[in-house]
Structure formats: C-alpha cells, structure tokens
C-alpha cells in the first residue's frame, strides 16, 4: 500500500475541483470618504466566494467619471494601496468571481461598466439568469455587441437600450426581463442601487459604516469593516441609496422565497449570518441530524477540512465520539503550489496535507464531510486515513446526495459528473473504499431547514427546480472585442 503521502499531492487541487462553486460576492458602499479602500476590504472578506477575479469600479459623483480596476487573481494580489489611490470618489462597488476554466478571464471579470446616454453605470451582480441566452440573441439580432460571454452583460445591454427615462427606471425595466438569480449592486452617477430577485436566490445585506450605507453578499464583510447591520435586503426589493438616503422599492410580483440551501451547507462563511441565522450554527445542527440518522459505533470523529469542519462538531457532540483533526493543513501553501515540478513533488505533498497516524492507528473514523459532488476527494482522504493506519472509516455527509446541476449562479459539473447522479449510495460507498456512507436524508435537511423561517432552494437534491430553465446555460461566442485589461490580463 502506498504512503498516505502520495496521494494527497493533487488533494488541494482535487478538492477545489470536487466542489460547488459559489460564482460571486459583491460590495457597495456610498457616501464614505475612503470608499475604494473599504470596498477593498469588503472583498476581502468575501474571497471565499470567488478566487478567480476581482475588480471595484468609483466615483465622485454626478458629472464625475468611474475609475475602474478589473484584473485576474485573489483580492490581495490585485489591489495595491497604488492602485487604490488610483479609485478616488466617496462611493465605489466590487466584486469577487469564480468561473469555471472556460470561462476565466480577465473580459468576464466584474463589475461590468458602461456609458449610456443617461451617464456611466457599473453593475456587480451575483446570481445566474436562466434566460441570458435567448435576450442574448435577441440583442445580438438587433445589433448589439457584448463584449464577455457572462450572463450578467445581459442586464447591462438591456439597461443601456431601455426607453426609460432614468438611470434608476431603465435598471428596473431590464430586470423586468430576466429570470433567474440575481442578488446586484449598481453604480450611477448619483446613486447606488441594490436589487435580489424575487426569489431571493443569494443572499444581500445592508449596513452602515460611518454615516455610509454598505451593501455585501454576506455579513462577514460587514464585520471586517466595522460596519452595523441593518438588515437584509429582502426578496424582490429594490434599494436605492442616493445623497445618504435610502428608498425601498417593490417593482417585482411576488414570488414564494428560494434561498440556497448550500448557502447554509457549504458557500457562506460559518461567522456570517444568513436572514438572521448563524451559518455555524445551522451546519452544526445539520451534523447532529446526521448523527442520529447514521449512527455508527466508532472511536473518532475527523472532519474533512475545511468543509467538513462544523458538522462534524456537531455530528461528535450528538454521538459523544471524541473530535480529531486527523489531518492537518498547511494554510500558507498557495495556488501556485498545486503543480510542482516532479524532482519536487513529494516535498510539495508534505507541505500541503498530512493525516496524524498517531491518532488514526488502530482507529475507527467517522470522516465527516458537507457534500459529495464527484467522490474525488472523498476517495483520496480514504485511501489517506486508512493508509495512515486507521481500522474503519465510515463516511458521512451533511446533506443529501448531490443528484442535480445547479442553474442559480454556482458553478457545478453536469448531471452525468454527479457521482450521485449516476450511483447509488452502495455503489458510491464502494468507489470511494469506505467501509460505510450515510448522506443527510433529503427528509431531514427539510426538517432543519424548518428553524430557518424561510423558503429555501434544494434543487440540486430534490430535483425540484423553482424556476424553469427555458435553455441551456449560455456559452456564446465571444466577439471580437479587445480591451487593454486583456492585454494585462
Ligand atoms: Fe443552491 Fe438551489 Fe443552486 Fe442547489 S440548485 S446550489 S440549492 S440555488
């Protein structure tokens, strides 16, 4: 048998690959002398919602140009106090964007920015829209150019050729024609809007920073900036800040709420608050539902890191079976370590993971983890565990199997890569060598899902979609269309 080394050289990579995605986080703040800064910091905190491109569009205001940087990379890497300094104005959005390989580049990167006849607009908009492609076409048809092949562009084309009269009216008339998810904060010359979906597919929340009104996907940005909650912005309003006042619009008919269950399960960060609960709090009661659903006698309790890492918790505490991080991670190995040259690799590996056999020999394990997307992972921390000395590991998931794509803005595999999809749990437990495997019942994710007080998205376990997907997932052509980012880029 091989050392448990020499498979987890590829677990960082293959573990990013063997989940779902969250696509984007997105940041607003008006009214606030040092806004490019605190937005920068805003994104900071929502890194966990997409790696692969960051970008904040500023202005001073009515009359003023908007100062944008867009580029490829981790929020860290692309923003420099040079840069920020080159984002003057008091009020300023941004976004973080994960794409999958097709589609990472440095044109689809956010926010998008145009110059319409009522003045310059930016848009940052978290959420996927199930019928971009055929409004695609249309426009295309009446010669519109795009210049990204993001779906998002969608709502700036549409803006940019409404009748409307203002900036404010021609941004609700294009979301009057889309579907989908949208959770978007936009940019004018006097004004930033907030909008979700009548759905209310991903999360908005609103804060206030020094007199500034704040916008961010998640309340952990609200935190890191010291800012107050104010509350959430709710499913199908629109909020419209303008010279430090806020105006609340309801333009959408109602439609009964569909937040993402994986918010809760695995997207959000466990310290932020989704409607009012506590992430941390949620995933741990999942584990403990998980407990008393699949009980199995056992000596310890390992999460996978990091996803596994509060259901587990929970899962230790409903059993009683002690809570072992069986295996460590390095936190300071970056991407750019995932593909060593081979006279390294093996250095490489024990940079990055190690179980502890001093706490796995001769062990039962619990391996606890949220979700299983393809089994790649899973199957790697297996062959570890055991490798390293463990007797049984028995595999657990916090929610149910993942048996659907999803078409409300994250990233997932097809159907047919969905090892839940094409197994059932007997034959996913032996591709994956555990000596057992319970997922979370579909029963009891709703159970729990009760508490939250809300509607909620399990699509991706149910099959049960809320909005129909009229056509497939757009993957236009791109135009041929050059800016100087993708030159940089
Ligand atoms: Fe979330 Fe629904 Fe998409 Fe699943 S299908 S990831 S629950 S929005």
């Known amino acids: ?24 986080g997105v940041f607003g703040v008006h009214g606030h002398p ?13 890194q966990h919602r997409g790696q692969e491109s960051a970008g904040i569009v500023s202005t001073a205001g009515v009359g003023r140009e908007h100062h944008v940087h867009r580029a490829m990379g981790l929020v860290a890497d692309i923003f420099s106090e040079k840069t920020l300094q080159k984002l003057p104005g008091r009020h300023a959005i941004g976004h973080v964007r994960y794409s999958t390989a097709g589609g990472s580049q440095i044109r689809n990167a956010q926010p998008f920015y145009a110059t319409t ?9 978290n959420g996927n829209l199930v019928n971009a492609l055929p409004i695609r076409k249309e426009l295309e048809g009446r010669g519109a150019i795009f210049s990204t092949t993001a779906d998002s562009e969608v709502i700036v084309q549409l803006l940019a050729r409404s009748r409307e009269r203002t900036q404010e009216e021609r941004l609700l008339d294009a979301l009057s024609r889309v579907k989908g998810a949208f959770s978007l904060v936009m940019l004018t010359g006097d004004a930033m809007i907030a909008a979700r979906d009548p759905r209310g597919f991903r999360p908005l929340s609103l804060g206030r920073l020094d007199g500034a009104w704040v916008v961010a996907s998640e309340t952990c940005a609200l935190d890191l900036i010291g800012a107050s909650f104010e509350r959430d912005i709710d499913p199908g309003e629109v909020v419209v800040i303008r010279r430090g006042r806020l105006r609340s619009l309801r333009p959408f008919s109602a439609e ?33 539902v998980l407990a008393r659903e699949h009980p199995v006698p056992a000596d310890v309790v390992v999460p996978v890191l990091d996803s596994g890492n509060t259901a587990a918790l929970g899962y230790a505490e409903e059993t009683g079976i002690p809570y072992e991080q069986a295996m460590i991670r390095n936190h ?16 490489g590996v024990k940079v990055k993971h190690n179980a502890v056999r001093g706490v796995l020999q001769g062990k039962r394990v619990v391996l606890v983890d949220d979700s299983i997307v393809r089994g790649t992972t899973l199957t790697k921390l297996v062959t570890m565990l055991k490798a390293a000395g463990a007797r049984e590991v028995h595999v657990r998931v916090s929610s149910p199997p993942t048996i659907g794509p999803c078409h409300y803005g994250v990233d997932t595999p097809t159907r047919e890569e969905l090892i839940a999809h094409e197994h059932s749990v007997d034959e996913i437990r032996d591709l994956i060598g555990a000596d057992s495997l319970g997922f979370l019942s579909l029963e009891g994710l709703r159970r729990a899902g009760e508490s939250l007080k809300h509607g909620f998205c399990d699509a991706c376990f149910s099959d049960e979609y809320p909005v129909e997907v009229t056509e497939p997932d757009p993957a236009p052509q791109l135009s041929l269309f050059r800016t100087v980012e993708d030159e940089d880029g």
């Open 1 to 24: 048998m091989s050392h448990p080394d020499d498979d987890v050289g590829e677990l960082a990579a293959a573990h990013r690959a063997d989940r779902f995605h969250d696509e984007c």
């Open 34 to 46: 040092e806004a490019s800064h605190i937005t920068y910091l805003g994104l900071y905190a929502l």
């Open 117 to 125: 006849d009522g003045g310059p607009v930016a848009i940052a908009h």
């Open 256 to 288: 009964s709420e569909r937040f993402c269950i994986f918010e809760y399960i695995y997207f959000a960060r466990p310290d932020s608050n989704l409607n009012g609960h506590n992430v941390y709090a949620f995933r741990k009661e999942l584990g403990r």
């Open 332 to 347: 300071y190995v970056r991407r750019t370590f995932i593909e060593p040259a081979q006279s390294i690799r093996h250095f």
